[in-house]
């Protein structure tokens, strides 16, 4: 029952992040650093969402497997 919950929450933030960025096509100027780029709002918006996302999941798997090692490393003692 809660996969069945996980999975549509997992779907609904999917579909309104699709809903976001397909709204979102004008083109806007970015400035990093010593360039600017012109792109479409919906590109920066998903380019910045992959971002977190990727980061999100690195530092979560960071997290787990340093709990699962300092668990294995008290239980061996």
């Known amino acids: 029952m809660m996969n069945r ?3 549509i929450a997992v779907g609904l933030a999917a579909l309104l992040t699709v809903i976001v960025v397909l709204q979102n096509t004008e ?3 970015t400035k990093l ?5 012109s792109m479409p709002r919906a590109a920066l918006l998903f380019g910045a969402m992959a971002i977190g ?4 999941v690195l530092v979560a798997n960071r997290l787990s497997s340093r709990g699962d090692s300092e668990a294995t490393s ?3 003692t």
Do not use: A, H, M
């Open 5 to 7: 919950i996980k999975l």
């Open 27 to 29: 083109t806007v100027e």
């Open 33 to 37: 650093l010593f360039f600017s780029l």
């Open 53 to 56: 996302f990727t980061t999100g």
């Open 74 to 76: 008290t239980t061996d």
